[in-house]
C-alpha cells in the first residue's frame, strides 16, 4: 500500500482531485436533494412534525454542501491514490488490496468519511488495468486467470444504500464522471510510467515467479544483457508465486531452511526484499 500513500503526494504536487471538484454542481445536487427532503420527510415519533419546522433550510443546504465538499474531497484523493498505485504496480496492487480490504486482521471494506466503499474502488482498479492491456478475461496465465477469478468476486456488488451525505458524493463522483477522467490520464507519463501488460510480457513475470518459487534471487541466474528486474516486476512475481505457486515455494523453503510453517510468508517477503535490493545494486553498478 505504499505506492497508494505515494500517490497522495503526487495529487498534491498535480492538484489532480482538486481540478475534478465542480463546486456549483455540488451546489446545485444538494439544493434538490434538500427541496425533496424538505417536502417529503418528517419527524418525531409519529412522523407529526415537518422537516421546515425543526430545520432552517438555508443553513441545512449550507451545511450539508460542506460536509458532502468534505467527503468528496477525500473520496476523489482515495482514487486519485489507486489510479497511481495500480498505474505503477499492475495486478500486484489489486490483490494488495483486495488482501488489505478483505482478508487481513484491520478490513477496510467500509465506506466512511475519508474513504469510499472497498468494493468501488476494487472495480475501478480493475478498469484501470483493462486499460492497462490486463483483460479479466480466462487467461493461460496463471496470474492473469486469478485476477479474473478474484475481481469476479467484487464485480457483481452491488453496494447498500448510502445515507444522505454518501448518497449525494456518491451522485457527484458519477456526474462529474470522476472515473472516466481518471482513466483518461492513466497512461500520461507525468505520474511515472505505467506498468503496461505489454511491460508484464517482456519481462517474462511468470518466468521470474519460477526462480522466486525455487526460494532464489533472479539476479543470480540472469542473463547478463537483461536488465535488472523493476520493483514492479519484482511484486507482480511475489504475488504470482503466493497465489499460484505457494506449495511449491514452501517445499523448497522448508527443503532449504527448515523453517516453521508459519515463516513461509515472511520468508517470501525477505526474498522479495532482497530481490529488490540486488536488483538496484546491478542497477546501479551497470550505471
Known sequence: ?????????????????????????????????????FKSRRVGRKGQISF????????????????????????????????????????????????????????????????????RRLNFIAKCLKKLGFSTEISSDQYLQKLKETHSIVSGYDRTQYSDNYAIADICIGEWKVEDELLRILDKDEMGAPFTREKYDKANVPSLAETLAEGLLPCEIQNEEKSPATISEILNAGWFVFLCKWDDFCKETKTHLEVEDADYLTSLNELLLKTIESSEILRTWKG
Open 1 to 37: 500500500m505504499f505506492f497508494h500513500e505515494v500517490g497522495h503526494v503526487f495529487d498534491d504536487f498535480f492538484k489532480v482531485s482538486e481540478s475534478l471538484i465542480i463546486k456549483k454542481s455540488l451546489k446545485e445536487i444538494v439544493t434538490s436533494w434538500v427541496e425533496r427532503v
Open 52 to 119: 421546515g419546522e425543526v430545520f432552517d433550510k438555508e443553513r441545512y443546504t449550507t451545511d450539508k454542501y460542506e460536509v458532502c465538499l468534505e467527503i468528496l474531497k477525500n473520496w476523489i484523493a482515495e482514487y486519485v491514490a489507486d489510479m497511481y498505485a495500480c498505474k505503477i504496480l499492475g495486478p500486484a496492487y489489486f490483490f494488495a488490496f483486495f488482501e488489505r480490504a478483505f482478508s487481513s486482521e484491520m478490513p477496510i471494506n467500509g465506506v466512511s468519511k475519508t474513504h469510499p466503499d472497498s468494493y
